[in-house]
């Protein structure tokens, strides 16, 4: 990894940030020189590092980041640490001066990226003679031409409109109306854009509604709906009796690349050749100041850092927080993907941690299992249900869909895991009599909205779940003894093939 010396770890924040994050130039591979500090200290115990975790310190952090959003309310006029705002860049700033109080512990670096952001200003989309409540534009949708209102017959696309043969010649001028299934809705609607389409809409196919995102943006996509198959039933019906449906769409929408920052540490101590890996992501929705999501992940990291220092390690441990994973998992994609495969070799797991502190919370382990993800996640898993079980609390198991940042490593053969405390899911009758709190609402009723701040966050939760993160770092610091060696394979089939979600949205 690319090493920084202290004191210019926060003027490369500041000045990449507050000049949209330039890239940097080359930097030295070998990083800061190994230094006595860990020497004479005692090798990490995960009694001992759980014991230095408190609820003050976290809460501390949790103020600290709620000021800094605020930084962003000039522009967005409430307080945000979304990617691209003040906010952000602050958040960044923040995480470096905790990171340059801890003296030569860790090697640091920055990793600048280009990011897609979209947003949606206006839209309308009128079917027929009905005005459908579950049209939703798609994230990152190009606008309607010229940002104005476009008129046309709807086409009924052949299949799922996966393949340029799908669309008929007569959908040239006209808007695509698709069904949802096999391929993601970017290619859905680039294929629509490349046969003339002037719009498109992507109808569930359930009753359900649809909302989605259309992923890296192409110059062939159009401007796009999602549609629930409640409302597109009877307009199908019409379509394929030969009935002509004429139909209005309107979107005024930006699709934007910005520049950001990744902020990655690591120990000077412990094996180079077997590191144990941790993230969580640095910004919120633009909606509010995410101090659950995910300021109480990126903050239990940067208390498990300073808290480490205490300790030595025989390997490596490398702290990574995510920039844009509310805009699709940006900052992780990146980074995974501009590994090297020899890089990739020498990280035995990731750990990500996303939302460690929701206020109606269950305590959830990704059910990782060796069968449908990298040989080692199903042993990473089985520490967290043995932590939880050591302390008499209950926990339950949450699949890996794809909506946090463990979602590259392991498509790329990184075994992998994590927990959570839930976000816009409903708590059941079941989970209340388990962990309390009130079953038929969100685990997260502030899920990114602008009242997710400091009292949005449940203290014992987090302190417990930032215990069990301390616990997962010493574990492996200190030994991998009996974890599965890395395997050669890099991708995971099963996962990869049930993955519906890439972040929070949808993508086929």
Known sequence: MVGLGRLSLIATISAVAAQLQKPLPSLPEDGLPVTDQGRNKPLVDTELLQARISTESLLEHAKALYHIAGSSEEEFGHPTRVIGSEGHRRTLEYVASEIDGLGDYYQYSTQAFPAVMGQVFQSRLVLGHSVPESATPMSLTPPTSGKEPVYGDLVLVGHEGCHASDYPDGVSGKVAFIKRGTCSFGTKSELAGRAGAIAAVVFNSDADGLSGTLGVPSAYHVATFGLSGKDAKPIIKQLEAGKTVDSIAFIDSVVNTINTTNIIIQTVEGDPENCVMLGAHSD??????????????????????????????????????????????????????????????????????????????????????????????????????????????????????????????????????????GAEGIKTKEEESMFGGKAGEWYDPCYHQLCDDVENVNTTAWLINTQLVAHSVATFAASFKGFPEREIARAAGVYERDTLYHGRYLVR
């Open 284 to 421: 919120s929705v633009g909606e509010g100041p995410g101090i659950n999501d995910d300021g109480s992940g990126s903050l239990t990291l940067l208390e498990v850092a300073i808290r480490l220092t205490e300790f030595s390690v025989k390997n490596c441990v490398r702290f990574a927080w995510w920039a844009g994973e509310e805009e699709g998992l940006l900052g992780s994609d990146y980074y995974v993907a501009t590994l090297p495969d020899e890089e990739n070799q020498k990280i035995r797991l990731f750990m990500d941690y996303d939302m460690m502190g929701s206020p109606n919370f269950a305590y959830q382990i990704y059910n990782a299992t060796d069968a449908a993800n990298p040989t080692g996640s199903e042993q990473l898993r089985n520490l967290y249900v043995d932590w939880y079980e050591s302390k008499g609390l209950n926990y339950t198991f949450i699949p890996f869909d794809g909506r946090s940042d463990y979602d590259a490593f392991i498509r790329n053969g990184i075994p992998g895991g994590g927990i959570a405390t």
